[in-house]
């Protein structure tokens, strides 16, 4: 199937887990393009070192009648080409600060500042488009379209957000040279190992050349081995690219080829 047929295929190729958008958002999208242009601008500041900030952030959930602290008072600034680890147990907040630093959920209380502008009065279609030009997402479950090929899944950000053909041709094959997979574009995900399926989800993100990348567990379908290349690559490509990269996980070693480690405990910078 070609790019053009699988994109008209499938209605929301970007899974419900990954926060991107659709085409049927892109209309009423345009009618922000001035609000947009600000928000490009403020992200593409150089002088902006910080990239995201969390300035005392509360984070509190309801199930029925439990009330659930997930974040208590969280500040956090993470820097240009800085690589993040965020640790602690299991329930101590991490994925809550993702999807917050994501703009897929917004505090109780405090501000989260993305390139020196803080998102608390943003409207949903800036947030969206936030999502979709600034920030890139990598999940454990790697989160790639079954019925697209490798380049058309790193591809499919660029179609998305309006990129002419030629460029996204040539953007694509330079991240697909970047991270090994050049031999691999025209293979479908399930014909790769998991270690290469992530290397394609790392390139999808970086492709849209954004300012953050978040990835929730991204080596914990992966062995050790295979976990230990991702991450270098992750940091490789970090440093070359300049995106900061905030990763949640659970594994230790990995936290070692971080630049930082931030622990959490029960909703606390511990
Ligand atoms: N949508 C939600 N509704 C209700 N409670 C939630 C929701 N999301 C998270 N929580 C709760 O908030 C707390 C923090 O959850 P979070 O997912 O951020 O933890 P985590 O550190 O990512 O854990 P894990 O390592 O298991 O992924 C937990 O007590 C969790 O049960
Ligand atoms: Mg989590």
């Known amino acids: ?31 922000d393009a001035t609000a947009e242009a600000l928000m490009r ?24 009648q439990h009330v659930i602290p997930a974040l208590q008072g969280v500040d956090l600034a993470v820097q240009c080409g800085e690589l993040l680890a965020l640790t602690g147990p299991s329930g101590s907040g991490k994925s809550t600060i993702l999807n917050l630093c994501g703009l897929i959920d917004t505090p109780d209380r405090g501000e989260i500042w993305l ?48 990129v002419p053909a030629a460029e996204r041709r040539e953007r694509v094959a330079a991240q697909l040279a970047a991270v090994g997979l050049a031999d691999h574009a025209q293979h479908r995900p399930d014909a790769l190992s998991g270690g290469q399926r992530q290397r394609v989800a790392i390139a999808r993100a970086l492709v849209k050349r954004p300012r953050l990348v978040i990835a929730d567990e991204p080596t914990a379908s992966l062995d050790s081995h295979t976990a230990d290349q991702v991450l270098d690559l992750m940091r490789e490509r970090c440093h070359a690219e300049g995106a900061a990269f905030v990763i949640a996980t659970h594994d230790s070693r990995l936290t070692q080829r971080c630049d930082r480690i931030v622990a959490l405990l029960d909703g606390r910078l511990s």
């Open 41 to 64: 601008s403020a992200l593409a500041q150089p002088a902006s070192q910080v990239v995201v900030q969390l300035r005392g952030v509360h984070k509190t959930y309801r199930l029925g």
């Open 1 to 31: 199937m070609s790019a053009a047929a699988a994109h008209a295929r499938l209605a929301d190729p970007v899974p419900s887990q990954a926060p991107g958008i659709n085409a049927s958002t892109n209309a009423s999208i345009s009618a």
């Open 115 to 162: 390139g020196g502008q803080s998102v608390g009065g943003l409207n949903e279609t800036l947030r969206t488009l936030l999502r979709r030009d600034a920030l890139g997402f990598v999940f454990q479950s790697f989160n790639l379209v079954p019925v697209m090929t490798v380049a058309e899944n790193v591809d499919y950000p660029l179609f998305i957000a309006g």
